[in-house]
């Protein structure tokens, strides 16, 4: 089974950018993985996605703003946040099909 974890994570200035990794234990080629996060008292809530033919989504807060994409050849998926807002501060997971969730990053976005 792969495993998915998840760096990158910290703390910013409104404004910023940060890029996060979400790195797989075995070969990704054939899977789609989803960006999620969850903020303080909330939900978790989806933010980005990406198939394995390399097609996107994302949701409309972030649109714009961050840039998923993938490197099969290393195993791994980015999530580029630019123009980060103080909304963005939570903790953000990847996952896929039959995948557990991992401990996920922090990203603190203040001044």
């Known amino acids: 089974q792969v495993e998915l974890v998840e760096s990158g994570g910290g703390l910013v200035q409104p404004g910023g950018s940060l890029r996060l990794s979400c790195a797989a234990s075995?070969?990704?080629?054939?899977?789609?993985v989803t960006w999620y996060r969850r903020a303080p008292g909330s939900s978790r809530e989806f933010v980005a996605q990406?198939?394995?033919?390399?097609?996107?989504s994302y949701d409309g807060s972030v649109k714009g703003r961050f840039t998923i994409s993938r490197d099969n050849a290393r195993n791994t998926v980015y999530l580029q946040m630019n123009s980060l807002k103080v909304e963005d501060t939570a903790v953000y997971y990847c996952?896929?099909?039959?995948?557990?969730w991992g401990p996920g990053t922090q990203v603190t976005v203040s001044s």
């Open positions: 996952t896929s099909e039959n995948v557990p």
């Open positions: 075995g070969s990704i080629s054939r899977m789609f």
């Open positions: 990406i198939l394995a033919n390399g097609e996107v």
